[in-house]
């Protein structure tokens, strides 16, 4: 068991160490998906957060029990290998947070560009729960690369509901929204990407009020509940709300 609300930064570096090792990082599968018309994806193991409707929920508690190691050119290799064989025109990594720390950021900066200089035509969509990259503002600098986009999946509208959906301690709400705020003044292609189900309306607008009070001027991404038996079960364990989308089963 973990105890809520933890230290997301303590939980990084103790998941860092466990998913980490000598420059490579712990994957358990390669994949072409269906999201966005199609992208090569690799999944790797490890967050930072403990999201109540996670989908990988028990790879994120226990990665050491899953997955191997692979350096960051075997990864940009199966991703290039995927999306030239089905014609792709995007890549990700998905599954987990990207960046615990400095040992995960320069495997994935490695990867990000393994891809990019090999395949010109390519976009990398970088997922991330944006945590160190309003922690440590010289992480963004490391990510002005051509045709890198950023999507910050932001957990919460303000700090008790981002307590409740990740299990972090409150404090850390707005590291991922500074983040934000500093990638987009920078130039970087990046937005803010939300759960419907937990937020709903009332929830959007409270964060787009937050961010124009922030001075973050951008469209959200809407995305949907993968609602995988053991997600709901986690979310009733959790009591976190999940709310009826209009027009959605
Ligand atoms: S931030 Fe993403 S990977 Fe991490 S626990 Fe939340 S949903 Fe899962």
């Not at 998906?33 to 994806?41: E, N, Q, S, V």
């Not at 109540?52 to 290039?80: D, H, M």
């Not at 919460?156 to 500093?182: N, Q, V």
């Not at 809407?222 to 959605?248: M, T």
């Amino acid at each position: 068991m973990i105890d809520m609300p933890f230290n997301p930064v303590e939980r990084a570096e103790e998941t860092e160490r466990l998913v980490m090792q000598g420059g490579q990082r712990k994957y358990y599968r390669f994949r072409a998906a269906p999201y966005y018309g199609g992208i090569a994806t690799a999944d790797a193991v490890g967050c930072c957060f403990l999201c109540a409707f996670c989908w990988n929920y028990f790879k994120i508690i226990t990665p050491q029990k899953y997955g191997k190691f692979y350096t960051p050119r075997e990864v940009s290799g199966r991703l290039l290998g995927i999306a030239r064989k089905r014609r792709f025109r995007l890549c990700r990594i998905t599954g987990c947070e990207p960046i615990l720390g400095e040992s995960s950021m320069v495997h994935i900066v490695k990867v990000i560009t393994g891809v990019l200089e090999k395949e010109r035509a390519l976009r990398f969509v970088l997922e991330t729960n944006g945590l160190f990259l309003g922690l440590q503002p010289d992480f963004i600098s490391r990510l002005k690369v051509p045709k890198l986009s950023v999507r910050v999946a932001v957990k919460g509208w303000d700090e008790p509901s981002f307590r409740h959906i990740t299990g972090a301690d409150e404090k850390y709400f707005e590291y991922p929204l500074l983040g934000l705020k500093r990638m987009i003044e920078e130039g970087l292609d990046a937005w803010p990407a939300v759960m419907w189900d937990t937020f709903g309306e009332s929830g959007i607008q409270k964060l787009k009020t937050r961010l124009v009070d922030m001075g973050i001027d951008s469209d959200i991404e809407i995305e949907g509940l993968e609602k995988y038996p053991y997600v709901l079960e986690n979310i009733v364990s959790r009591k976190v709300e999940i709310l009826d989308r209009p027009g959605r089963p």
